[in-house]
Nanobody, 127 residues
């Protein structure tokens, strides 16, 4: 069984930074695509960022592009999301997701393409 555990969320003022981490455990885990999604109160889950198995390709939602960086350390089965210049509209529960098959392009942004999800970490940005 694959488990994903997020950490790094919290309360931060607008303009501040946070670094989210997601550790993947489980004997079947392999370095396939991983992504971050978020869900704000009363809104649907949305794509934030994703990274290919090698880390060579990254994808970002327009709303976070230029402010966020996704990276991974396959040796530690960990994916990171560095968020800078945070805005109140970034407030949400952030979820890490892992896939068990490789894909490309637009599929990185589609939550249904991922097979495992973490429990989420809360990010609150005050104005």
């Amino acid at each position: 069984q694959v488990q994903l555990v997020e950490s790094g969320g919290g309360l931060v003022q607008a303009g501040g930074s946070l670094r989210l981490s997601c550790v993947v455990s489980g004997r079947t885990f392999r370095p396939y695509p991983m992504g971050w999604f978020r869900q704000a109160p009363g809104k649907e889950r949305e794509f934030v960022a994703a990274i290919s198995w090698s880390g060579g390709s990254t994808y970002y939602a327009d709303s976070v592009k230029g402010r966020s960086t996704i990276s991974r350390d396959n040796a530690k089965s960990t994916v990171f999301l560095q968020q800078n210049n945070l805005k109140p509209e970034d407030t949400a529960v952030y979820y890490c997701a892992a896939a068990t098959t490789d894909f490309s392009g637009y599929d990185y942004t589609r939550g249904r393409k991922y097979d495992y999800w973490g429990q989420g970490t809360h990010v609150t940005v005050s104005s």
